[in-house]
Nanobody
Framework: VQLQASGGGLVQAGGFLRLSCAAS????????MGWFRQAPGKERAFVAS????????YYADSVKGRFTISRDNAENTVYLQMNNLKPEDTAVYYC???????????????????WGQGTQVTVSS
């Protein structure tokens, strides 16, 4: 599975962005998908994930109520709608696919075997 993330940019605090991740080369609709982020000097961290069928979603506590993950299996794309952005949301955002088809959705990096290249999100105060 190849993943291509897009939609990052510079936004003021309180603003919004929508990230997209287009998948190719595999059965997208059988993989759980996730978004992770890595801020300068910090480890890559979980943001949100969604099951292969879109029924189950998980969020990091820091983004609950502000971010929404969704997927369009017909378009082979997963989205991350980010509202009410804060300066602490500044990071490179990565989309990822779980390494097993039809697996229970996870929040752990080690369960995601396919990664996109990342897209920069910068939130100014």
């Amino acid at each position: 599975v190849q993943l291509q993330a897009s939609g990052g940019g510079l936004v003021q605090a309180g603003g919004f962005l929508r990230l997209s991740c287009a998948a190719s080369g595999g059965a997208f609709d059988s993989y759980g998908m996730g978004w992770f982020r890595q801020a300068p000097g910090k480890e890559r961290a979980f943001v949100a994930s969604i099951a292969w069928n879109g029924i189950t979603t998980y969020y990091a506590d820091s983004v609950k109520g502000r971010f929404t993950i969704s997927r369009d299996n017909a378009e082979n794309t997963v989205y991350l709608q980010m509202n009410n952005l804060k300066p602490e949301d500044t990071a490179v955002y990565y989309c990822a696919a779980q390494d097993s088809r039809f697996a229970r959705i996870s929040t752990s990096l080690r369960d995601f075997g396919f990664w996109g290249q990342g897209t920069q999100v910068t939130v100014s105060s």
